[in-house]
């Protein structure tokens, strides 16, 4: 039972990421399954307008799950070089901010709907939407998706903490999501709500006249007031939901999966109003469903760099017009420029030919002394770019700005983005100390390559152009690392390829390189450039480019490297099986559970890996190794099989050294393979804590605490604290760690009057001692609210109709005409129209004609006349505001009752209803056909398998 509950916990996605303990012993569905089953779903509904928008078709997966819906929804084949990583990573960001309230905000009432604050539980719902539109108006997409974690956390926790259920109400409450409307029926202070119950099972708690006047109300977590409803845990009964394995209703149904369907459905009306009211395109980015491919350019415009700038030119348009159509086109492209004194802009957009005119219309000009400020053009690529990106920097002079090395660092490590840096500052002497440089001012840049898995290439102006083939091997969304070192003597490296790699490369970086290739027959190639038996050798400057030739390259390779100096080898290709990795910790509260480690590890302490595989079914011998940098073994792992493509790795006494992780294991035919991750992982003995986000109005300032905590280490802990929008004003630089192991400062935040709402900020907060020079870090996210802000959806009245239909449909067509006006609120945008057609041609007749009118109030309105066919059987019509607050417009068509189906009603799945159809009131009765409930194969299996085992 317990393994099974465990798996219940761990279902795809990052619900895997989220995983209550093993000997916790509760049964049930999570959040993590909610939010995933609703992402899904919704996301499905996005991708099949978009195709039908395209006019192409849409084949829904049999399976469902985030692989198969991102290939159907790029319209690719199971054999094309395509990867989910990237999709389920930003789905994982996700959930994980669903899970962190419970570990963060574990008795706060408002965040779970308990104590009977229900208003200011729907404020914080209100408050974190409003967060999720402003982000997506600014673009801040990474902002949005940690917002709608959050909110979804709270919507759901009302279905399963509150009386909802028990009123007999198996549809959302969709005033939640209209804080326009009022929460009637709330009881007060005063109103007696539930039976005392000191038992495990407390059967009819709800008092009888509660019920029966449909007032709602939620339990008492922490201390239950005389004649209220106790939340219930695992020794009390109460009114949650939260877990299986409680009584069934006199109907035979259970609670808990009654809570289950209507907080999946609550979620996907969130989720759909957040699709009507930005569209497909931005939801679909939002979430990673788009080819994952990221170019990201980091580029100096001093003076000097008229070649450099000249290179990026040529390449942009290059890569743009090679991989246009194809699967590996980049869905975004960033631009960083810096320059000193200044930095930026930041140029992100989906557009190529924006890349390509921004890229045209660059300057050179200033720059004056040498060093120029290329941090902090990185720090703003990695706070743009979306997390496991590549970044490559094109400059000829070090960084001046040293000072954000550490924030630099931080956001490497959390971001897990590859830093990969072309120099044309080589210089042509060769140097006698142990360096693969041959310009030690290039050592920052050597130590951001190193940690993040990148590279250090030194050339000339002149052979720059021979050098970025480095940038266009990376366009791929399947880029996976199989081995990469760092050394300093003559050793040989043996790794192995399996048959899915492709374009299988190598890159050794370094000075003084002399190799030898073998491949598993025994057949070797040195170091000469030019074709060979096994690859083509390509040199330039401190770089040598091995691509292996086509053909049967499965099995172990060997490669000896000798050099006098440093150097570095890396081992990619392109595969769609990859995997990701999480340190995870246990937190404790109401809901207790595994949640990530955002920083860096507890050093010297016991610690568990979450690792995902992807591109695979089935997976056998799986092992985890951790690996140093220069290639050995420093800890095997303990791994536990949760179920396909997801495991547990227990580690004994994390290293204090940095490390890679190895995986390896066999798929189901029995050939290995193995895999590496690429950027280094760094345990810690100093761990520093703060509040995961901030909400502030333009104008507002705010102090955060902030906490180090230490293990073994004493005396003076330096503190820096940074971010990308200047609102830091204040921090204790130096605090004293004495013998209780940690010490409390505090950050002083303002946000400037005029910032616009939606803008966000990455507060990096790092810690280092003065005596053993360990460090951590620690991320605060801002986000910038206006606080009055318009929440009132706008409205849809049916003006004119004709909607009889015949039977068949044939030539007959349908019309309506709709007033849609916002009042005196923000203003309407363009109304939305979506429309499924299942089963019938994609060009099926549909016209709409749009005018802008006064309405009887004298306020700009449109009014829609909208036409289709009578074979057109499912029509969404939205209104949506400039504020995102989305109304729907409802009709239906009328078939002939003798000889059709039945009536087909023609309505949006949003929860915003307009004032035609009013759901201000509680209702005690339930739809007779049952809670709507989509769950994906992989659930309902497992609810089988739990129902068998309750029975």
Partial sequence: MAYLLL????????????LPSPSLEVEGLTHADITEEALLAVAMDACREEAQNEGRTFNPPALLNPESLLRACLGVSEEADLSGSKFRELLNEIISENIFIDRDQPFSSAHHFNDEVIERGRDIITQGVSIVRASLRQDNLQAARRALGAVTHTLQDFYSHSNWFELGNLDPYPNLLRPDLPLQNLADANTPTCNDCQEKVCPNVILPEILSTNTLTSGYLSFTPQGKCNHGDSIMGGINKDFGGGGLTSDGTDPHLAAFAVAAEATKDLLQNIRIAFGNTVFLRMLGITRSTVLCFVIDTTASMTDDVAEVRRLTTKIIDETRGTPNEPSLYILVEFNDPEVGPVTSTTDPEEMKRV??????????????LSLSGIRLALTTAPPSSDIFVFTDAPPKDTELLDTVISLVESTRSKVTSLLTNALNRRRTRRSALTNPTNSVYQQLAQLSGGQVIEVTKNTLPLATAVIEDSITSSM???????????DTFSFLLDPRLQNV???ITGLSINFTLQNPAGVAQNDTAGSGPLASVFPVGNLYRVSLNEGNLTGRWQITIRSPQAYSLRVTGRSALNFMSQFVEVFDGPHPGFAPIAARPPAGQNATLLITVTGVDMLFGVEVGLVSADGELLRNTSVTRLREGTYLARVLHLP???FTLLLMGQEADGRPFQRQSSTQIQASQITVQVQRTVVLAPGESITVPFTVETRGIEGAINISARDDQGFVTAVNNRLNVGAAGNATGLVSLSVPTGTPSGTTSVVTIDAESSATR???FALLRVSVIQR????TPPVCRVLNESLDCPVPCGNATWEVTLLMSDGNGTGLRDPHISITIPDTPINETSTAIIDQVKD???YNATLLTYRASCCVTNVEISAVDNEGNVGRCDFSIRRPSTTGPPQTTISSTTSHPTTSRPSSNISPTAPSNGPRLTVSLWTTLLLLALTALML
């Fill in 7 to 18: 798996v219940l916990c761990t279902l795809i996605g990052w619900s895997q990421a989220f």
């Fill in 774 to 776: 360990q460090s951590n």
């Fill in 359 to 372: 890229v045209n219309a660059l300057t050179v000009s200033g720059g004056g002394d040498i060093p120029e």
């Fill in 505 to 507: 490369t190598l890159y």
């Fill in 480 to 490: 996976v690392t199989v081995l990469q070192v760092e050394s300093t003597r003559p």
């Fill in 788 to 791: 009055d802000i318009d929440v």
């Fill in 856 to 858: 009887e109030n004298g």
């Fill in 656 to 658: 204090d050294v940095p």
